[in-house]
Structures are given as structure tokens and as C-alpha cells.
């Protein structure tokens, strides 16, 4: 299915003494349902790994008649200042701020659309303002903040081994460091133990929605299940009468790729989440 392109707006909303880097994608006039999503990025790297295929489907949900706002966290992206002035708390403000923007446009059905760790950061979100936003799409979401933690951390020792340093670091004496106020740099990232406390502390069972959830999964098979996590924290939603639906979409992991120039593809996550998103009257 080929894609119908509908201008765009990039700007800079003010906040503070900083600014938040947006991209706005507008609903078709044709079939503007007035309904639209604030994106909420993964976390650090992921979040450049994955721009293409998130504006690919962001350009879908426009042309479905559904509104897009794509806004960079606190010290993310072309946002203004560094992962080590950002709490938990400044990027649910953020969001908050995209919601209002929305708002203003005249959108008065809002939905959250969270990737990776970000998930754990919509649903913290819908379940704080349940009144505010009626359904949440997942990308693959993150089950466990801790689990996103130590992964990012283990991005030093490979670092440390690629540059010769046998000895290298470990993740208890990175964590060690962190608990001494010390700013770890970590990819070009420097990571405070504020942040680092406030996402290991998330996990997503942790959370009961209060609207739908669509949940997709990209699998490497066709005929490939859910993860076996995934599919946990589905049921037990479910046990306590969350309407969720699961989907798989067969692809690659585009959002982790080794190389800092390769763009993986993922046309099936984008197909499966325009399907869904044509139930949404």
C-alpha cells in the first residue's frame, strides 16, 4: 500500500528557558477523525535508529485521518539541553506539553503512541490522566526499565573492549559510580543516577490501563509468536480487564542495528499498525 504524503510542520515549542524539537504531521482533511497521538521515543540511540520507520508510519496514520505530533524529550534529539538535566518527571511534563499542543489544534480525542522504553513512559502517563487520552499504541515496548538500564550500561564495556581496555568496566561498578554522583558517558550520553533510578524503578506490569491498548511485536518468522514476556504481561492485563490486543509484524529489530548508518526497514510494522489504527472511528 503505497503512502499518501500530507505536509508537515516542524517547530521548536518554548518551555522553561528551553525549547522541544516537534514534528507535526496533520490529519487528512478528507477523513480527519479528530483523534490524535503524542509519540513518546525510546530511549537514547534507539530513538535515532528508529526515526525513519516511525515517520513512515506517522505519514499513515495522517493520511487515516489521524494527527501526529513527534516531539524530542528534554536533552534528546534537537531538543534543548543534555540527558544529564532530564528526570522522569521533565519528559512526562513534556509529554504533557506535546498533549496540550494537540489540544490547541483542536484535536479533542488524544492517544499515546509509546516505542521501547517509551511505552513505560505512555503508560505512566495514561494511567496518571486516565481521563485524558482513550487508547494506547505499543512499539515493542520495553517490559522492564531495569532490563533498558543495564542494556545501555553494557554499551561502555563494549566500547572498552573495542578500544583495547582488557580490564574494562562493569555494570555494578558503573552502577557504583552512578551512586557516587558521578555522570557516566555512555555513547555520547552522560546518564545521572537520578535518571537511571527513575528507569530501572518502571515496569510495565507494574502499570493497569485505562484505555486500549494495541500492543505490536515484531517477530524474524513468519508464524513467530509474541515473546514469552510480552505475552505475560498481556494476559495479565487482560486477567484484570484490559482490552488489549496483541499483534506480531514480521521484521527486523530496526530500532537496534550495530551500524550508526544503516536504516533497517520494518514495511510490515507499518502496514499492521495502519490496520489497526482503521478501526479507530
Known sequence: MGMTSFPMEAFFLAVGKGTRFCIYHPPSARSNLGLAAVFVPPFAEEMNKCRHVVAQAA???????????????????????????????????DITLGTQWLRDRGHERLMLWGMRAGALLAMDMAVTVPEVYERCLLWQPVLSGETCLVQFLRLSIGSDILSGNKAGVSIKGMRAQLERGEILEIAGYRLTQALAADIAAMTLERFSPPCPVHWLEVVTEDGSGPSPGASRVVQSWRAAGVEVRLITARGDAFWSVASAEELVQCPALVDATAHEAESWT
Open 59 to 93: 505519514r499513515r496514520l495522517s493520511g487515516l485521518g489521524i494527527g501526529v505530533l513527534l516531539i524530542d524529550l528534554l536533552g534528546c534529539g534537537d531538543s534543548s539541553g543534555s540527558l544529564e538535566d532530564a528526570t522522569w518527571q521533565h519528559w512526562r511534563d
